[in-house]
């Protein structure tokens, strides 16, 4: 089965800037709309961003906007989250998801720690 694999979280202080990147173990059909989400400790997971797979269309939560961007690589299953002006309470696990056919795909998450 199709695994989506998250890569670049870390360590970071507050006000620095990360990106994370998400794609697909294997070859698939484009996902129908793409997005990251987040889960702190103690809390339940929220969604942080989402991009449409046909026109590129995005949504961002409170939390993240002006501040975040998401974005589609080539190949367009590939996802980034462009992460700016961060603080601590960013501190979490990422997750990438993508949508196909009404199903749900999700990455290990990877964890990205904001120092004050």
């Known amino acids: 089965q199709v695994q989506l694999v998250e890569s670049g979280g870390g360590l970071v202080q507050a006000g620095g800037s990360m990106t994370l990147s998400c794609a697909p173990s294997?070859?698939?059909?484009?996902?129908?709309?793409m997005g990251w989400f987040r889960q702190a400790p103690g809390k339940e997971r929220e969604l942080i961003a989402t991009i449409s797979g046909s026109n590129d269309r995005t949504t961002y939560a409170d939390s993240a906007k002006g501040r975040f961007a998401i974005s589609r690589g080539n190949p367009k299953n590939t996802v980034y989250l462009q992460m700016n002006s961060l603080k601590p309470e960013d501190t979490a696990v990422y997750y990438c998801n993508g949508n196909l056919f009404g199903y749900n795909y999700w990455g290990q998450g990877t964890q990205v720690t904001v120092s004050s």
């Open positions: 294997e070859r698939t059909y484009s996902f129908h709309s």
